[in-house]
């Protein structure tokens, strides 16, 4: 899956999420194994794909075999995303802004925004804030 996705759940989400889930609400821990087994799923499909597609392209074509495999590989991706953000839209996501502090949600909204060199919207409210 995409490595930033993947870190700002593994990294930055998860974890503060667990420990909380742990007393609060323990079912839902197996979705975010579930996730992480899809990020696991994503990244070696994707790794697959470019390699059949690098391939594809010194080749000017693939044989049918590997066509189909190309094909299936992008199938069972899609299938992966549409559940995996169904859990994350429907159950996850919402299970976090309940379930931790402000400051947790916080200290994740800038660790997301670090790893992609921004700022976070209360960051830039601030900014905004300030110039007038
Ligand atoms: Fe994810």
């Known amino acids: 899956m995409a490595p930033k996705h993947t870190d700002d759940e593994e990294v930055s989400l998860f974890p503060r999420l667990r420990a909380t889930l742990v007393e609060r609400e323990p079912s839902l821990l197996a ?4 996730l992480e087994a899809d990020h696991d799923r994503a990244d070696a499909a994707h790794a697959e794909l470019g390699e059949l597609g690098r391939r594809w392209l010194a080749d000017d074509g693939l044989d049918s075999r590997t066509y189909r495999r190309f094909a299936n590989l992008l199938a069972g991706l899609r299938g992966t995303y549409r ?3 169904r859990i994350e839209d429907e159950e996850v996501f919402p299970a976090a802004g309940r379930l931790l502090p402000a400051a ?3 200290a994740v909204g800038r660790e997301m ?3 992609r060199g921004s700022l976070t919207c209360s960051q830039r ?3 905004q804030a300030a110039a007038g």
Request: charge should be positive; proline fraction near 0%.
């Open 83 to 85: 559940r995996h953000i």
């Open 31 to 34: 979705r975010l194994e579930a």
């Open 104 to 106: 947790a949600l916080d």
């Open 125 to 127: 409210k601030a900014q």
């Open 113 to 115: 925004a670090d790893r």
